[in-house]
Each structure stands twice: as C-alpha cells, then as structure tokens.
C-alpha cells in the first residue's frame, strides 16, 4: 500500500517541542517534493514547511526559526521539529508529497492522515 503515516503529536505546554515523523511506504520520498501541513478546527489547510525538488526548504513565516524540516532518504522519512511550541500551532498535522513542485499540495498527492498536536497555555 502506499502510505504516509506521522507519528510524533501530542500535547505539550507553551515553550516545549516536539518531533514529528512522516514515514513513507509504497515509494520513495526522497527525490520528491513535499512538507508538513496543518489544519486547526474551523480553519483552512495551511502550510507549514515544505521541501521543493532543487532542495530548497520554506516555511511559514509564524514557525520559521522555531521549526526545522528535515529528511531521512535511508528511512524514507520526513521529519518536523518543533520547538518553542506555541497555542496558535495546535492543529493536525500532516505530511504530503507535492508532485507539482509549488509546495501546495493538492489530492493527487499522497498524503498522511495527520497528527495532532495541543499546546497549552
């Protein structure tokens, strides 16, 4: 099957950090374009960071210097850490490819079925 699977949410307080995984299976993400997404209730889908195929890396500007996106090609992995976590960064989380290469993702993609992460005030 092809899969994305995130493991890594939970709840943390105002400050904290945590790590977010995105494992993929059924293809190799590596060599693709892709990123972390969120979604909080009520709200539209945004991103988060995002990987384009020449390597470069973006990020929202509300996590940029708090979050780093990162890849591990041996494990097929997509990782997101978070620190100086904050309540606005409570959403689900989730990771997708980008076959167009424009960091927004769309259904064609494949994407995770997310992860939430709480922050508490």
């Known amino acids: 099957q092809v899969q994305l699977v995130e493991s890594g949410g939970g709840l943390v307080q105002t400050g904290g950090s945590l790590r977010l995984s995105c494992t993929a299976s059924g293809f190799t993400f590596d060599y693709l374009a892709g990123g972390w997404f969120r979604q909080a209730p009520g709200k539209e889908r945004e991103g988060v960071s995002c990987f384009r195929n020449d390597g470069s890396r973006y990020y929202r500007d509300s996590v940029r210097g708090r979050f780093t996106i990162s890849r591990d090609n041996a494990n097929n992995a997509v990782y997101l850490q978070m620190n100086s976590l904050k309540p606005e960064d409570t959403a689900a989380y989730y990771c997708?490819?980008?076959?167009?290469?424009?960091?927004?993702?769309?259904?064609?993609?494949?994407w995770g079925r997310g992860t939430q992460v709480i922050v508490s005030s």
């Open positions: 997708a490819t980008d076959l167009h290469d424009n960091c927004v993702p769309d259904d064609g993609d494949y």
